[in-house]
C-alpha cells in the first residue's frame, strides 16, 4: 500500500471514531431528554407524563376506624336570628289534636347576606300525634332546603372552584380569612356535586342550543386526568354557548357522544382522523396547517424550499382574511384574490408529494386528498378558517387541569362538565356566574328547577 493511501485509510479511522463517539454523545443526550421529568431536573410536576394506574383498593374518604369530625354547631350570641319553629297539625294524618313532648330540634341555616355570613337558628318544637302515634318536629319554613347552606353560600363556593379554579382547601382558607367561617374540604366537595345535578338542566339546554343551531361550531378537546387515568376533555363551542365533556377515550366513540348522530352544522376543526368522515360543511383549521409548513421550512433538505412556499401563501391568506374582518374588502373580492394562493398552494402540495422528503411526500398527499376541506370558509360566509375560538374556550380548562389532580369519582367529572360549561357560556353572554347559580338554587326547592325567566 502506498503511503498517500495508507495516511487516506488512517485519516477516515480517525473520523469514523469521532463520528461513533458524536452519534454516542447525541444519542445519550437524546436519552436524557426523553426521560426528563420532575424528579431528575428542574421540570414543573404539572409536565409530566402520567401514566394509567390499575385498579387499585385504595379509595378515597375516611377510612374504617377514622374518628367523625362534625360540624359544631355557633353558639347563640354569634347568631344573627333565632326562630321557633311550630306546627298546628300532624304533617302524616293532618289530624290538629297533638301535643307537645318538649323536646326540641335544632338546626342552623348558614348563608351569604349582603356580602356577610348570615346564622339563623332555628328551634324546632317535638310533638306526639295520639291518632297515628307518631312523633316528630315542626317542619322548617318553605323556603329552607334540607341543606344547612343557603344558594348564596353555595354558588359562592361553586363560583370560586369552577370559575376561578381555587382549589378546596383554598376555598376553606378564604371563608376563614374573609367571614370567620369555617367549611370543610369535604362539605366543599358536596356542595359541588349537589350544585351539578341542580344545574343539569341548564347543561342539558346549552347542548340542544347548540346542536339546533344554525352557528359554525368549533371543536377540541385537550387531556384530562380522571381516576388516575388519562381521560380527554371535548370541548364543541359556537359564538353564544360552550359545552364541555369528560371521556376516558379519544376516539369516534366519545366524538359521537358530543356531537349525536344529528348534527349537520358548520364545523372547524384541526385534522384529527376522528372527524374526518364527518358529513357536513368542514373547515381545517389553517394555523395548525400553517405550523406543518413551518416544519418543513426549518428542514435542511430540498422541503426547505415548498415549505417556504407554503407559509409565504397562507401567511398572504391570513393577510386577506384580516381585511376581510377589518371591513376593507367584500366577501367576493375576497374569494377572487384567494384563488392564486389555492392553485399555488396545491401547485407546491404536489411538488412535496414527489419530494425525497418522506414525511413531506406523506403530509402533502393526505392533505391533497381532502384539500377542499382547507378552503370551505370561502364558501360560507359566516365560517372561520382557524379554530381559535375553541382553543380560547378551551384554555380556562387546561389551566383547570394543571392546577388541579383532576377529578376521582364521577360526581366530579359531572361537576367539571356541567359547571364549567355554565360558567363559560354565561361569560360569553356577559352575564354573572354567582347570580345565576344563586337563583337556580333558590329556586329549585320550589319550583322544580323553573329558572324564573333566565336564559342560558
Known amino acids: 500500500m502506498k503511503h498517500k493511501d495508507f495516511q487516506y485509510v488512517v485519516q477516515l479511522e480517525n473520523e469514523n471514531t469521532l463520528l461513533k463517539q458524536k452519534i454516542s454523545e447525541l444519542q445519550e443526550e437524546l436519552n436524557r431528554y426523553k426521560n426528563r421529568n420532575s424528579r431528575n431536573s428542574s421540570t414543573p410536576p404539572s409536565q409530566d407524563f402520567k401514566r394509567n394506574t390499575p385498579n387499585s383498593t385504595h379509595l378515597g374518604g375516611a377510612k374504617p376506624g377514622h374518628k367523625a369530625h362534625q360540624r359544631e354547631c355557633i353558639s347563640d350570641d354569634k347568631v344573627d336570628k333565632i326562630i321557633t319553629s311550630t306546627c298546628d297539625r ?107 345535578a341542580f344545574l343539569k ?138 384563488r392564486y394562493r389555492q392553485k399555488t398552494i396545491k401547485d407546491l402540495l404536489k411538488d412535496g408529494v414527489f419530494s425525497s422528503n418522506k414525511r413531506l411526500s406523506r403530509f402533502s398527499w393526505d392533505l391533497l386528498g381532502s384539500y377542499d376541506r382547507m378552503w370551505t370558509f370561502l364558501r360560507i360566509r359566516d365560517l372561520g378558517p382557524t379554530n381559535n375560538q375553541a382553543e380560547r374556550d378551551l384554555r380556562p380548562m387546561v389551566l383547570w387541569r394543571k392546577k388541579s389532580f383532576g377529578t376521582k369519582g364521577k360526581k366530579g367529572m359531572q361537576f367539571v362538565a356541567i359547571v364549567g360549561s355554565i360558567v363559560q357560556t354565561l361569560k360569553k353572554q356577559g352575564k354573572s356566574v354567582y347570580a345565576f347559580i344563586s337563583e337556580v338554587l333558590a329556586t329549585s326547592h320550589r319550583q322544580k328547577f323553573l329558572l324564573s325567566g333566565q336564559t342560558l
Open 201 to 338: 338542566p341548564s347543561y342539558q339546554k346549552i347542548r340542544k342550543e347548540i346542536l339546533n343551531s344554525q352557528q359554525p361550531a368549533y371543536v377540541d378537546e385537550t387531556r384530562w386526568r380522571h381516576a388516575r387515568r388519562n381521560a380527554y376533555i371535548w370541548e364543541i363551542s359556537t359564538k353564544s354557548h360552550t359545552l364541555y365533556q369528560v371521556h376516558l377515550r379519544r376516539n369516534k366513540e366519545a366524538r359521537d357522544a358530543l356531537l349525536g348522530n344529528q348534527f349537520r352544522q358548520p364545523l372547524v376543526t384541526d385534522r384529527y382522523c376522528v372527524y374526518r368522515n364527518l358529513d357536513v360543511p368542514h373547515q381545517y383549521c389553517l394555523t395548525h396547517l400553517l405550523r406543518n409548513f413551518q416544519s418543513f421550512a426549518e428542514c435542511s433538505s430540498i422541503a426547505r424550499f415548498i415549505g417556504k412556499g407554503l407559509v409565504e401563501q397562507m401567511k398572504s391568506v391570513f393577510r386577506l382574511w384580516r381585511l376581510y374582518r377589518r371591513g376593507k374588502i367584500k366577501f367576493d373580492e375576497l374569494k377572487r384574490k384567494c
Open 90 to 196: 300532624c304533617p302524616t294524618c293532618k289530624t290538629q289534636i297533638i301535643r307537645k313532648t318538649g323536646a326540641t330540634s335544632n338546626f342552623q341555616y348558614v348563608d351569604l347576606l349582603d356580602g356577610k355570613i348570615h346564622i339563623s337558628n332555628y328551634n324546632r318544637i317535638g310533638y306526639y300525634c295520639p291518632c297515628c302515634r307518631k312523633r316528630f318536629f315542626a317542619p322548617l319554613p318553605d323556603n329552607i332546603g334540607r341543606s344547612p347552606f343557603g344558594p348564596r353560600l353555595r354558588a359562592a363556593v361553586c363560583t370560586l372552584t369552577a370559575r376561578f379554579h381555587l382549589s378546596k382547601r383554598e376555598v376553606t382558607d378564604l371563608f376563614r380569612d374573609f367571614f370567620n367561617f369555617h367549611i370543610s374540604n369535604g362539605m366543599v366537595s358536596k356542595i359541588e356535586a349537589a350544585t351539578a
